[in-house]
């Protein structure tokens, strides 16, 4: 589904039709680098479904009063956010097999600078607090 998604079929017509704008509208976004369609040879324009849906909510925000630089700035912070979540999606399975694969880990030791290897779920033990106690001196001429 995801490479049906992606593939660039519809000339500019049809993509003008489906999202229900003006060719010329879509040459104009394509100018301005909202939408930058796939070019075949002979330079022409290629409309996949998801630059369809794209048209779709560029002339959604654009009917709620939202400038062109404005569509721009939105639809770049979208895809930097989608672009993050994959590389979060990404490290957490990384994390998640580096979990899997150890058996055990590393903590700091009882005893200053000490490294000591322990199986998961295990803590170090914990160093008994040192108390003293010093003995009362009396004060001189009291």
């Not at 040459?27 to 369809?52: E, F, H, I, N």
């Not at 994959?86 to 600078?113: M, W």
Request: hydrophobic fraction near 40%; proline fraction near 4%; glycine fraction near 8%.
């Amino acid at each position: 589904m995801n490479g049906d998604y992606l593939q660039p079929v519809f000339v500019i017509s049809v993509a003008a039709q489906l999202a229900d704008m003006h060719p010329q509208t879509l040459r104009q976004y394509d100018r301005l680098g909202l939408v930058s369609p796939s070019r075949q040879a002979g330079k022409q324009r290629r409309y996949s479904l998801r630059d369809v849906a794209l048209l779709r909510q560029v002339q959604a925000l654009s009917k709620d009063g939202v400038s062109l630089e404005g569509i721009r700035r939105i639809l770049n912070l979208e895809a930097e956010v989608e672009r993050l979540r994959a590389q979060v999606d990404y490290l957490g399975r990384e994390l998640q097999e580096l979990r899997e694969s150890q058996s055990r880990i590393f903590a700091a030791g009882t005893t200053a600078g000490d490294v000591v290897s322990m199986a998961r779920g295990a803590r170090p033990g914990r160093r008994e607090p040192t108390v003293t106690f010093f003995a009362a001196r009396r004060a001189i001429g009291r």
